[in-house]
């Protein structure tokens, strides 16, 4: 199983980016996907998380400007990010946590410019 995030860049403080993170091979057993970030100097902190039935979870500091999503054909999990400010700057990974193990992807930076 590999997870290939994708999407980042810079952006400007308002701006908007989507990020995605395909999946390849075989994924059962899936309990939840979730998006996590890492500022430079700073601990890994989760971001959003999305069960398998579609009920979607926030960290207060992204809540009501980010949105995540998953795409079952297309084997695809995404985070629409809104209105992004110079704190949301950080690498971002898709992890994805089934029942027999967790599963990281490489991470995508995104920078916002003020």
């Known amino acids: 199983v590999q997870l290939q995030a994708s999407g980042g860049g810079l952006v400007q403080a308002g701006g908007s980016l989507r990020l995605s993170c395909a999946t390849s091979g075989r994924i059962i057993g899936i309990k939840v996907m979730r998006w996590y970030r890492q500022a430079a100097g700073k601990e890994r902190e989760w971001v959003a998380a999305?069960?398998?039935?579609?009920?979607?979870n926030y960290a207060d500091s992204v809540k009501d400007r980010f949105s995540i999503s998953r795409d079952s054909a297309k084997k695809t999990m995404y985070l629409q990010m809104n209105t992004l400010e110079p704190e949301d700057t950080a690498v971002y990974y898709c992890?994805?946590?089934?029942?027999?193990?967790?599963?990281w992807g490489q991470g995508t930076l995104v920078t916002v410019s003020s």
């Open positions: 999305i069960l398998p039935n579609g009920s979607a």
């Open positions: 992890n994805i946590n089934t029942v027999y193990g967790n599963h």
